[in-house]
């Protein structure tokens, strides 16, 4: 068993794919209560994700992760990111909308064999890619503190010094950074997110990043060579091929990839909340949400193609990220579990709240497919590294 440490654990979807990777959380941490609810419910529910899971309800400001020191394996989570341009002086640790320092602390305290953060692909702008190369060395050089007052841009100055000073200080960490779409990796959404993976020096792990198994012209060979309709059943009369879709024909046999996924393959075998709201009801979060409109910019996920990303909006739910465009051009929100099967949660996993902070829940998740992806790989070369 592979012990690790949650942070900023949200509904559950990076711990959930994580723990299918093999590896068992000493402590979830999270400050949000409606989240720590559907924790909550579902380890009360005895859901085996986690069932066994220590839920730390709080400020992780207020943890000590010196006692975990030799316990844990990974230290894990998404870090809440506030990240600044270079222009203004910031003290590196004043803003409590940045959580990244946290994270920092706890690989500098707990000495974890290896970690995985991931935070939305807004930090890669090039606008903040002074702060994001700051995040980056910190998590290289956790030992390399900030002093009283400093503000990160000074702090950002000495770890490039020490950096490519060739010196390295007692705790240093290989750090590899990413940006995954998860529709490469089987998810039915098109989502990128930015990853940070980092091994301990004295492991000497050569790493990177598993390489992708979908792709879009897998998806568009199928649907133009027919499996993926006859697949769905769907009639001739109503099956639609993308324009763009010339070099497709004239491949001599199908790409390597398997084909994306898309809205429709992930609900396959829920019925229509819509127009069977009464089978609907029988299934967790599976109710229809009547309201949905389209506006410009805001036009919903198609249904032979994987969804739109799911966002979790400042003020309640967005319409158009969070909604299905049938073929027909009508549309519906998604319920809360087909957005739950768009993020490859499970589907005995309840969410715990109102629809619109579900939706927020699961805005803010990272697909758990996505998660045990990149976890199954970190996990088999900590195991061939002991």
């Not at 711990?15 to 990777?21: F, N, R, T």
């Not at 700051?134 to 030992?143: F, G």
């Not at 709240?353 to 805005?363: A, D, I, K, V, Y």
Request: glycine share 8%; with cysteine.
């Amino acid at each position: 068993m592979m012990k690790s440490i949650e942070l900023f654990a949200g509904a559950g979807g990076l711990g959930i794919g994580l723990h299918e990777a093999g590896f068992r959380p000493i402590n979830v941490i999270e400050w949000d209560s409606y989240c720590c609810d559907t924790i909550r419910e579902n380890k009360t529910r005895g859901i085996n994700a986690v069932n066994k899971w220590n839920l730390t309800e709080g400020d992780v400001r207020s943890v000590d992760f010196r006692e975990y020191e030799g316990q844990i394996k990974l230290i894990s989570g998404g870090p809440p990111c506030q990240p600044f341009s270079l222009g203004g002086r910031h003290r590196a640790y004043d803003d409590a909308r940045d959580m990244f320092p946290q994270a920092i602390r706890a690989v500098r305290e707990a000495r974890p064999q290896a970690f995985i953060f991931e935070n939305v692909k807004g930090l890669t702008r090039a606008t903040f890619r002074n702060y994001f190369e700051y995040i980056r060395l910190q998590l290289e050089h956790p030992d390399i503190v900030a002093r009283k007052s400093e503000d990160w841009a000074d702090h950002l100055a000495r770890l490039e010094q020490h950096h490519t000073s060739g010196r390295r200080s007692d705790l240093t960490y290989h750090v590899v950074t990413q940006v995954l779409n998860a529709a490469d990796y089987g998810v039915p959404q098109k989502r990128e997110r930015v990853f940070f993976v980092g091994f301990r020096d004295d492991l000497g792990v050569s790493w990177h990043f598993p390489l992708s198994t979908h792709s879009h012209d897998a998806l568009l060979w199928d649907q133009v060579k027919g499996d993926y309709w006859d697949r769905h059943k769907v009639a001739r009369k109503d099956r639609f091929i993308s324009r763009s879709t010339d070099h497709i024909r004239r491949m001599d046999g199908p790409p390597i990839e398997h084909p994306w996924n898309t809205v429709r393959d992930a609900l396959v075998g829920l019925p229509d909340p819509e127009h069977q709201p009464d089978v609907a009801a029988t299934l967790l979060n599976h109710r229809f949400q009547p309201g949905a409109r389209s506006y410009p910019g805001h036009t919903g996920s198609p249904l032979d193609e994987p969804g739109k990303t799911l966002k979790a909006g400042v003020h309640g739910v967005p319409g158009g990220e969070n909604m299905l465009v049938r073929p027909d051009g009508s549309i519906r929100y998604f319920t809360v579990r087909e957005s739950a099967r768009l993020q490859t949660f499970p589907d005995d996993f309840l969410f715990h709240g109102s629809w619109t902070e579900t939706m927020r829940q699961l805005g803010n998740a990272v697909p758990v497919k996505l998660a045990r992806v990149v976890g199954e790989d970190v996990a088999r070369h900590l195991k061939e590294a002991a």
